[in-house]
């Protein structure tokens, strides 16, 4: 049978989409499933655009084949950004303890430099982004083929210009790239087998920006996680962040006593240096790293190889025993001393040091996409109704509202820093990465 193109792949899918949506519902099981064996990092696009879509091609996904780009008419949910001042919320950020609030929308962001938009191929297919001032980088949903989903792209919206700013290995996927401070890294993965099932190989991969040299900073192999059907049993790339010049990053890590253990890792790039380690119970969802404080999400899984929502955790300098933040919570963003969340509820968090408390951005059940945050702000996107396409908001610690981003149609997955806000998405056919400068 000849091999498929790309055009009569995307043909195929978009008309399954079209002949499922309206029918179809994504299973928590199912989703656990593509989360396990396609693991996106920071800035991926939200849970919610994957509801309504059939689950014959959430399979497809994990075995390989990967959608087109991710399209607005496969979004669910209310809308409804919807901060409130006066709400506060327990350490623990509970579903019992979670405030009620009325959403509050106020005028659209006023950009100090106007919206700027790069448009990507239309069979581009987004997986995670994340961005410094106008630069953003990001990958793409894997494939088992080699041609697909194979680089880095490196998108300038100061210039209004793209390029491929690496390309994985022979038979690798890149996976979770991450811009700080001048350098990118993102981890380089194969699978032993070619639906992504077995042992997953990976090494990790450093880019200056200003040389354009790269190197490898470390690698290993994940095994397949015990007791959980099929091959490839949760085994998966090691998640990463990076904050300058310090990496943090999880490999797995089993002893007699932490049979699913992992540990995490914060690597300074000047030195080569391990400078902290923390062991964990259980299997790492997402990193994350400022100013030399750790955050991560761990799945804790029991023995018949069930999980339950990930635990939000946090490690300081100064206090390097880990703390809990919140028992709902899969970390989405930490920069700049601000860490961002969403629950298994569909409602958006924050919280910043020393006390780490809980604090809502958005109403419960709001349906608002993972967050991203910086000192002072967090923006998210949340899905459109009656088919309309979603849409980018910007909430403000200072004054507890969010407002809406102007020129934000089509936005799924977005980024904070450096003063300015980025996302990506698009309406109808479009693929686009758009960003513009905050007062």
Request: proline letters at 8%; one cysteine or more; aromatic letters at 6%.
């Amino acid at each position: 049978m000849p091999e498929e193109t790309d055009d009569q792949l995307a043909a195929r899918l978009r008309q399954a989409l079209a002949a499922q949506a309206a029918s179809v519902e994504v299973t928590d099981a199912a989703a656990r499933v593509a989360r396990a064996r396609v693991r996106a990092g920071r800035r991926r696009v939200p849970s919610w655009a994957l509801a309504g879509v059939a689950a014959a091609l959430i399979v497809a996904l994990v075995a390989g084949v990967g959608f087109v780009a991710w399209r607005n008419h496969t979004e669910v949910g209310p809308s409804g950004p919807s901060p409130s001042a006066s709400e506060s919320a327990t350490a623990s950020g509970s579903a019992s303890a979670q405030p009620s609030g009325t959403p509050t929308v106020t005028s659209e962001v006023t950009p100090t430099i106007g919206l700027t938009v790069v448009s990507l191929p239309s069979t581009y297919r987004f997986h995670s982004m994340t961005s410094d001032g106008p630069l953003a980088v990001l990958d793409e949903v894997g494939g088992a083929n080699d041609s697909l989903a194979a680089d880095v792209v490196l998108v300038d919206l100061a210039h209004g210009t793209r390029k491929v700013l690496a390309t994985a290995a022979a038979g690798y996927h890149p996976y979770q790239p991450v811009i700080s401070g001048g350098n990118v890294a993102w981890v380089e993965g194969r699978y032993s087998n070619p639906d992504f099932s077995g042992p997953c190989e990976w090494h990790i991969v450093v880019m200056n920006l200003s040389s354009g040299q790269t190197r490898t900073v470390a690698s290993g192999v994940s095994s397949p996680r015990p007791n959980t059907p099929g091959d490839g049993g949760g085994a998966q790339y090691a998640p990463i962040d990076l904050d300058g010049t310090q990496l943090a990053y999880a490999v797995q890590d089993t002893t007699a006593a932490r049979p699913l253990g992992w540990q995490i890792r914060i690597l300074d790039l000047v030195t080569g240096q391990i400078q902290r380690s923390i062991s964990t119970e259980s299997e790492i969802d997402g990193v994350g790293l400022s100013g030399g404080t750790l955050a991560y999400s761990e799945i804790l899984v029991d023995a018949a190889g069930g999980s339950t929502p990930p635990r939000l955790m946090i490690s300081t300098p100064d206090h390097p025993t880990p703390a809990l933040v919140t028992d709902d919570g899969g970390l989405a963003s930490f920069r700049q001393g601000r860490l961002a969340w969403g629950d298994s509820t569909g409602r958006v968090w924050t919280a910043v040091g020393p006390s780490w408390t809980p604090g809502p951005v958005t109403a419960p059940a709001s349906g608002a996409g993972e967050p991203a945050a910086s000192a002072d702000q967090v923006s998210y996107s949340v899905p459109g109704t009656a088919g309309g396409p979603s849409s980018l908001w910007l909430w403000d610690a200072k004054t507890g509202t969010s407002t809406l981003v102007p020129g934000s149609d089509g936005a799924l997955i977005s980024g904070l820093g450096g003063g300015w806000i980025t996302w990506a998405g698009g309406v109808g056919d479009s693929v686009t990465v758009s960003g513009m400068s905050l007062p």
